[in-house]
Structure formats: C-alpha cells, structure tokens
Nanobody, 126 residues
Framework: QVHLQESGPGLVKPSQTLSLTCTVS??????????WSWIRQPPGKGLEWMGA???????YYSPSLKSRTSISRDTSKNQFSLQLSSVNPDDTAVYYC??????????????????WGQGTQVTVSS
C-alpha cells in the first residue's frame, strides 16, 4: 500500500549540508493523523529518531539535533525532505524515512512505525 523512497546524495563533505527527500506513494502526507519521520542508524548503533513533520505541517525535532535539522514538505509532490547542516563524520549513517501512527513519532523503536523506506547510506567524508 504505502511506499516510501529516500533519495539524495550518498556522499557529503564535512561542514556541508546533508539533503534527502522522501517520496511517498499510496497515501497522502496530509492524511490524519500520521507523522512523517526521519530516522537514522549509524554503523554499530541503534536507531536514532531525528524529527518528523505531521499531517498538519507541524514539525518536531530531536533535542540533540534540532539546531542542525530542518524538515519540510511539498504536498503537491507528496514529498518531505530533511536537511542536516554542518555535518561531520559522526553523521555517517543509514537514513530512513518512515510513517508513525499518531503520537508514536519520536520513538526509536522500529515497531512504532508502520511503513519504512528502504534506507539510504549517507557517508560524510572529504
């Protein structure tokens, strides 16, 4: 039914901005009451929720990343995007977009998201 697909560069240079887009099909990003989330997994570590944009357009961010993170959407394209500024090698991770049901966004538990993109590897390196 719902399909999410991440896209964007796989290699980003330190100090620059990581930009990814999630394209959603089979469901509208404005449908009540879903939250469209960005989650990453650094090598050897667990899932880390980064932030989300709600069906209403409201945004939510992880406290540890909020100063560098911006999430936006384009409802005409049924897409939402992630920008992470001032990246460093510690930002190397597999980046996922995913859908959370209601207030479950913000969770680092895989089961709190009902649909996931396949993930995209982003490496921060010069």
């Amino acid at each position: 039914q719902v399909h999410l697909q991440e896209s964007g560069p796989g290699l980003v240079k330190p100090s620059q901005t990581l930009s990814l887009t999630c394209t959603v099909s089979g469901g509208s990003i404005t449908t009540n009451y879903y939250y469209w989330s960005w989650i990453r997994q650094p090598p050897g570590k667990g899932l880390e929720w980064m932030g989300a944009i709600a069906y209403s357009g409201s945004t939510y961010y992880s406290p540890s990343l909020k100063s560098r993170t911006s999430i936006s959407r384009d409802t005409s394209k049924n897409q939402f995007s992630l920008q992470l500024s001032s990246v460093n090698p510690d930002d190397t991770a597999v980046y996922y977009c995913a859908r959370a049901q209601g207030l479950r966004t913000g969770s680092n538990r895989k089961d709190d998201y009902d649909y996931w993109g396949q993930g995209t590897q982003v490496t921060v390196s010069s």
